[in-house]
């Protein structure tokens, strides 16, 4: 938080909300302001804010309509949107995170939370941000890409060579992508794009674990510190999670599914990162050889 005049726009059809937030934030923000969905839509697209607060109950139109507006436009799609409602249902936290919310808080908020998950999201815009100044992270999805994902697997490569322990690798493929872009447009392909990252995100738990977007449909995680069976574990919970999205799509919702290509080794004296990771691959085509949708350890797997 280098100092910045970060810019928070608030979208909110009660003026006494506004005026708690706009107290508590306009300290250390610039705090901008509007009472319906569809003005803020457009201070959005104008002055594209660094992060939005939105509420869901408005009288013209929804927080949840003014999300799927913002996700849907190239200008918006990338500002975090913290929901803050009177909703409090695990239903409508669980819609809002699925329409692509960054966090969801309920009211009456106390004002300490609102300032830590502000500074959450504008910690996280930061590091995307530092990550795209050195030319590291994929603008789809956030995700870090090819040229990140290489000099992670050297680094975590000859970590564990030095150290003698596991390390293991999936390279990921979403099943039948190209049939699906064909018949549902390209737009809605990257909104799959957008979605599967973000599973993948969710999934992983352990800090060093690492996931990139390494092109096209393709991602690849890497697990440090982990054997074959704690990697098995993890992919198919990477695998059934995809598989339980539910991707907005007009009024319904789509489903995807993806293939996985797993390896395994504690790295040999004289082994380089570029054959551990080939033998994913090769994995991640039997995978599909045998009908997709499934996991498929390497035979080089321990
Ligand atoms: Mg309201």
Redesign the pocket.
């Known amino acids: 938080m280098s100092g910045e005049n970060y810019k928070i726009l608030v979208i ?3 003026k006494h ?1 506004i005026d708690v937030l706009n107290e508590i934030l306009s300290p250390m923000y610039e705090v901008l302001i509007s009472k319906d969905g569809l003005h803020g839509i457009k201070m959005a697209k104008e002055i594209v804010p660094d992060l939005i607060l939105l ?4 009288p013209d139109m929804s927080g949840f309509e003014v999300i799927q507006t913002l996700k849907g436009s190239d200008v918006t799609r990338r500002i975090p949107v913290i929901f803050i409602t009177g909703l409090d249902s695990y239903k409508d936290e669980e819609k809002g995170l699925l329409l692509g919310a960054a966090d969801y808080i309920t009211k009456p908020f106390r004002n300490a939370i609102v300032k830590a998950r502000v500074k959450t999201q504008l910690q996280v815009v930061e590091y995307i941000r530092a990550l795209e100044r050195i030319g590291m992270v994929d603008a789809l999805t956030d995700l870090p890409n090819r040229r990140s994902f290489d000099k992670q697997l050297e680094n975590e490569w000859g970590r564990a060579k030095r150290e003698k322990t596991p390390i293991s690798i999936m390279v990921i493929d979403i099943d039948k992508f190209k049939v699906f872009n064909d018949t549902y447009g390209h737009a809605q392909g990257d909104v799959v794009l957008q979605y599967v990252a973000k599973s993948f995100k969710n999934t992983l738990k352990r800090p060093a674990d690492y996931v990139a977007r390494w092109g096209g449909e393709e991602f690849v995680i890497i697990l440090p510190h982990t054997d074959l069976e704690g990697a098995l574990t993890i992919s198919e919970l990477i695998r059934t999670d995809v598989e339980k999205l539910k991707i907005p799509y007009n009024d319904s919702f789509l489903s995807v599914t993806v293939s996985i290509g797993l390896n395994c080794e504690v790295p040999p004296r004289y082994s380089y990162p570029a054959e551990f990771l080939s033998k994913a691959d090769k994995a991640l085509y039997a995978a599909k050889e045998a009908g997709r949708n499934v996991v498929m350890p390497s035979a080089a797997a321990l």
């Open positions: 909110d059809d009660e909300n509420d869901i109950i408005m």
